[in-house]
């Protein structure tokens, strides 16, 4: 199974929607992996982590089949990870597409995630073949049919957001960090009983300089990877990744390889797939 990052842009990705910046019209003028959707993830044709504006832009790009998805996971409520208006087309028969399988869709998430969902619903909740699922933020744990286990931590971002730490089958274990300002040590201390294989941690703000806007820029990014090495929480052979740019950092993808590279963390581009399983990891 790959991981595939989907997007890897900001709330207003980048070239960001009616924005002349110079960043926006140089990644305009670059394209390719300047060009940032905003941030979801792909596991398999099964499960998804967050569902932004880009849900269906991603369907095209990518060819994903989303009548097969069985799991979303959301990571918080903010309108660049979580659309849920779209949910209302998971309707079946005369009022919207027929959905293949026997099986529903389940939406996991925080409580305010589920409120958000509930908010935009505009049909029967019978019709739509859905199973809402509310995580605690402190520690909840779920275990799918296909032996994946997802473990949902609290982040330091905005009430009720999370982070997930996945654990494969075959013991490969990886971490979605993003959003995420400087990890507390709450969070630390919950991290601390894991050995991860992939971790994916925030950079949004480039070379801003933020103290906490729910975001990290990307010294404390590499603060953050260096501790994480230290003290043994990524392994050794770990691969780890930046995510989540925003454009006002003012880096584009060969200013964040300068800065990232030379650490040994490669910053993420829409497309980007990500081998996930022991074997993979050994290959490296």
């Known amino acids: 199974m790959e991981l595939l990052i989907c997007g890897s842009g900001a709330s207003e990705a980048v070239p960001a929607l009616f924005c002349t910046c110079s960043l926006c019209m140089e990644a305009w003028k670059r394209g390719g992996k300047d060009w ?7 596991l398999g044709e099964e499960v998804r982590i967050d569902f932004g504006p880009d849900f269906l832009l991603h ?11 069985k799991h979303l996971f959301i990571t918080h409520a903010h309108k660049d990870h979580f659309t849920p208006v779209q949910l209302n087309y998971h309707v079946h028969g005369a009022e919207g597409p027929a959905l293949l399988g026997d099986f529903n869709l389940t939406l996991h998430g925080t409580k305010e995630v589920i409120d958000r969902f509930q908010a935009a619903r505009t049909h029967d909740f019978s019709k739509m073949r859905m199973i809402l699922d509310e995580l605690s933020p402190d520690v909840d744990v779920r275990t799918l049919e296909n032996g ?13 957001a999370v982070h997930y730490i996945v654990e494969m089958p075959d013991g490969f274990t990886f971490f979605i960090g993003t959003d995420s300002a400087v990890f507390r040590e709450e969070t630390w201390r919950k991290l601390s009983v894991f050995r991860f294989d992939l971790m994916i941690i925030d950079a949004t703000a480039g070379m801003l300089d933020i103290e906490n806007g729910g975001h990290m ?12 090495r230290k003290e043994g929480i990524a392994r050794k052979s770990a691969r780890i990744l930046t995510n989540h740019f925003a454009h006002c950092a003012g880096m584009v993808h060969e200013d964040l390889e300068k800065f ?6 490669e910053p993420a581009y829409d497309g980007m797939c990500i081998p996930l399983g022991k074997e993979s990891s050994l290959r490296r």
């Open 36 to 42: 940032r959707s905003r941030t979801a993830y792909q």
């Open 260 to 265: 990232f590279l030379p650490h040994g963390i």
């Open 148 to 160: 994946m286990k997802f473990t949902s931590i609290r982040a330091n971002h905005c009430p009720g």
């Open 59 to 69: 369907r095209e790009k990518y060819r994903l089949h989303y009548e097969k998805l």
């Open 217 to 228: 820029n990307a010294h404390q990014a590499l603060a953050t990877v260096r501790r994480l």
